[in-house]
């Protein structure tokens, strides 16, 4: 039940239909994970503390560069030569100290046990990580929901293959191949700041839906790809592999 405390933080949400204490108190129920602290990771994690998901557990082994500040928004030049997650949540925590918030700053992989979550941001930029995210995030059957964001483009997608055998998992989409893969990550492609801000912030939204909302239609099964220079938003309707490694049996 939510406190005085509470109603005032998150009265702009309370208020609004379909949404209600109800889905506050599912929201400060919630444990989340994110997957990456950096261009996306911020405003993910900066959005899901200012809502009030109430656990969050943030990995990355990075340190913060000069770099990463046209994007990485809850990194600061001061803060330059520190670890990621554990100034992301400091961070965070100036927003809103009622919550669990945590770091952990060794390297994310499928050792990591994700059965005590109920949903998982994928803020990575590397191709490896995407691939054990959905691997768990279907093996033990969580909400994934995974962004990605290069020069003036982005990409998003809710993955729940796991607890609906109809949808598709990641690998059905980007099968994993030994042909050479595009340049995808920032450090070498490049990046705008708004659009890892931009998706960063859907990502968030499509989470509070998950969560939050009575009688709300999910849009997984789609993959949604913005084109920063047309200004045009995309949502392409995904179809299941059958001969999938990961989800067809």
């Known amino acids: 039940m939510l406190n005085d405390n ?16 109800e889905g506050q108190e599912n929201l400060l129920n919630t444990k989340c994970l994110i997957v990456g602290a950096g261009g996306l990771g911020c405003p993910v994690a900066l959005y899901a503390t200012a809502a009030g998901f109430g656990h969050i557990e943030i990995y990355d082994e990075d ?7 046209n994007r990485q928004i809850a990194h600061k030049n001061d803060h330059i030569g520190n670890n990621k997650a554990e100034n992301l949540v400091q961070e965070c925590l100036k927003i809103n ?25 994928d803020c990575s930029d590397n191709p490896e990580t995407k691939y054990i995210l959905n691997y768990l995030s279907h093996k033990f059957k969580k909400i994934l929901i995974s962004g990605s964001a290069v020069q003036m483009e982005g990409q998003l997608a809710i993955w729940k293959s796991g607890l609906n055998k109809e949808y598709p998992c990641y ?12 340049i995808t990550n920032c450090r070498e492609a490049g990046i705008i700041g708004p659009v890892t801000g931009l998706i960063g912030s859907m990502q968030v939204n499509e989470a509070i839906k998950e969560i939050a909302l009575k009688d709300y239609q999910s849009t ?4 949604f790809i913005y ?3 047309d200004l045009n938003l995309e949502k392409i309707k995904l179809v299941k592999n059958a001969q999938c490694p990961i989800c067809s049996n």
């Open 220 to 223: 997984a099964g789609n993959l």
């Open 6 to 21: 509470d109603l005032n933080r998150y009265a702009r949400q309370v208020i609004i239909p379909n949404f209600e204490e």
């Open 227 to 229: 084109d920063g220079l």
């Open 171 to 182: 690998e059905c989409v980007f099968p994993r191949t030994n042909e050479k893969a595009p």
């Open 97 to 121: 100290p009622n919550i669990s918030i945590v770091s952990k700053k060794n390297i994310f992989d499928e050792t990591i046990n994700v059965s005590n979550f109920d949903l998982i941001f």
């Open 63 to 69: 340190i913060i560069e000069i770099s990463n500040l």
